[in-house]
């Protein structure tokens, strides 16, 4: 008879506990149908994404179909009426939520890559790779959030997927969960002896060690930067800028000015915080869409200063904030 109860009280526990879906319903479609198949690799070590506190309560956050590799599928084939001839590849490295419930805080780690495929040969497209902090104090309905920056992780990544030029270098299908320190020894500034010298307009130019020409950074009489300007010496907008290298450094245009790209056994980083790199009135999905697209002019403002100091938030606690290897992008 105790057995009986204490399972009806575990069944009704179970079916209590609240769930909050991940919908991937956003608009996911070619506009140039330049895409045949897209196909999910689903190499998570762990399906299960986690359970947060709300209200004091928990919730479970699971997608609307837990057949994660159907469930995209047919999104993108119900999305694709007219196809082309690429076929794209997402490779699901790792979704985690992790509730840290002494601090209110919410950790959500993704990393979801996407590769083109060809013949059996998958050449890195691009990548989502971070960890996004939300905060209960500023965010009332956290679950909620959680799923909805999930779902908007995977569009923005799909859609930035279709036209996004792919690195050259082909990892084999065996090989694919190894595939960074295969595609990093062909990166030209990861193995560079010394950085070209010049400006550079965007993480490719920079990646290919291609500095554009007759781009100049501009100094004051102080030796400060000011701005950067082209061949007819007017100023570019830091909207067009990635940042330049001087005397073998690399610097970087960020929201509190050029700041130097140092290097260290784990890569490049900037010492920064998330709170500069995106101030607090950009939310997660202005954050999404810079990680993966290039930092957005709107934050850069006029930051064009290489100390940078006039600017830095005496609110931030500075630290190393090392920079994706493939695609330029900050991880935290």
Known sequence: MKKIIFFLLLSASMAAQKVEL?????????????????TVIDNRTDKNLGTVTYKEEPVQIKFTNEDVKNYIESWFAADNKTRGNNDIALLLEEITINDFKETGMVKAKVKISSFINRNGKYYFI??????????????PNIPKAVSSTVSAIFSTLINDSYSHIALSTPVPEAELTNYEPIVSKNIKYLNAAELTAGVYTDFRSFSLQKPQEGYYVDKNKKGRVTGIKNRENLMVSGEEIFGYVEDGKAYRLTPAGFLEMEKDGKGYYV???RLELFPPQNNNGVMIGA?????????????????????????????????????????F
Do not use: W
Not at 126 to 139: A, E, G
Not at 294 to 317: K, Q
């Open 271 to 273: 010492v920064s915080s």
């Open 22 to 38: 991940i919908k991937l319903n956003q608009n996911i479609k070619d506009k140039f149908s330049r895409t045949k198949s897209l």
């Open 126 to 139: 691009n990548r989502y790779n971070n960890t996004l902090d939300f905060n209960s104090k500023v965010t």
């Open 291 to 331: 990680m993966m697209g290039g930092m957005v002019g709107a934050l850069i403002g006029a930051a064009i200063d290489s100390s940078g100091s006039a600017r830095r938030s005496s609110n931030a606690e500075l630290s190393n904030i090392y920079i994706d290897p493939l695609t330029g992008e900050y991880t």
